[in-house]
């Protein structure tokens, strides 16, 4: 099974195309994306790379982390499952607004 691995501290010029050339280096890449701004576009300076083999990812990690792409030092890491957000309840629990409060 692959791993999944976190890029961070990328330009905000490097695009998911870019990312797929640069880990293919290491090993077969399955996927991979940067992560940008749903409103404009533009990337949010991190992304995600899914490696064919634990092998591949551990490769990647070893040879990119640290590693300069267009003047900034990548962060490469394995990525840690997402946190279960907690559930919005919208009130913010201050209870009723309005004028009085029953006084």
């Known amino acids: 099974m692959g791993r999944r691995l976190y890029v961070g501290n990328l330009a905000f010029t490097v695009n998911s ?16 994306n940067c992560i940008t701004d749903r409103m404009t ?6 992304g995600f790379v899914e490696m064919a083999t634990d092998d591949g990812a551990k490769k ?3 040879a990119l982390n640290e590693r300069n792409l267009d003047g900034r ?20 629990g201050f209870g009723g607004g309005g004028r009085g409060r029953g006084r």
């Open 17 to 32: 195309d870019q990312l797929r050339k640069l880990f293919t280096e290491q090993g077969e890449v399955v996927e991979a």
């Open 73 to 92: 030092n990548m962060i490469v890491n394995e990525a840690r499952e997402r946190d279960a957000a907690p559930p919005r309840s919208g009130g913010g």
């Open 41 to 46: 576009g533009r990337s949010k300076g991190f």
């Open 60 to 62: 990647a990690i070893e």
